[in-house]
């Protein structure tokens, strides 16, 4: 019998900021994550509660400290721009994959309305592939933006 197990977990921590310009403190944030995992199958899995925590605790830490590292320079106001590149970088596979899901849906979707053999549905799928990728990368982006905002950072 499979068991499915959750866990939330958030953190708050003190981290290292430094910019560019010279300025060097250190910023404190609060990180949210969430986990989850299976146990059951052929091996009982005793600790898949336990890695459920593991997984949002992790996460939560990768949260906050990934806030401190793009917020704002409070001295020149910059953000790191390579570390948002890689950031977005790392969020862009999982939006893919709600991206893929919404064309699969899209595609289906029309072709099981209109009952009719043409590329209609393809184009749409391709175009709801588009549309979701982007809503869900960019509503990442914009959350983590005003979280990174509402770091504060002290100088050290
Ligand atoms: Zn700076």
Do not use: N
Request: net charge negative.
């Amino acid at each position: 019998m499979a068991t499915h197990y959750e866990a939330s977990s958030t953190v708050e921590t003190t981290f290292p900021f430094e910019c560019a310009c010279g300025f060097s403190g250190e910023g404190s944030a609060v990180g949210e994550g969430y986990g989850q995992s299976q146990s059951g199958g052929l091996f009982e899995d005793h600790h898949a509660e336990s890695k459920a925590l593991d997984d949002a605790e992790g996460k939560a830490w990768a949260d906050a400290i990934s806030s401190v590292e793009l917020a704002p320079c409070p001295s020149c106001g910059q953000r790191d721009g390579a570390k948002w590149r890689a950031w977005i970088q790392s969020r862009l596979l999982p939006s893919l994959g709600w991206g893929i899901l919404g064309g699969v849906l899209g595609t289906v979707g029309l072709f099981l309305m209109r009952q009719e053999m043409d590329s209609y549905p393809l184009v749409v799928g391709a175009a709801s592939f588009m549309t979701v990728t982007a809503l869900v990368l960019g509503h990442q982006v914009a959350r983590k933006r005003t979280r990174s905002a509402g770091v504060i950072i002290t100088a050290r």
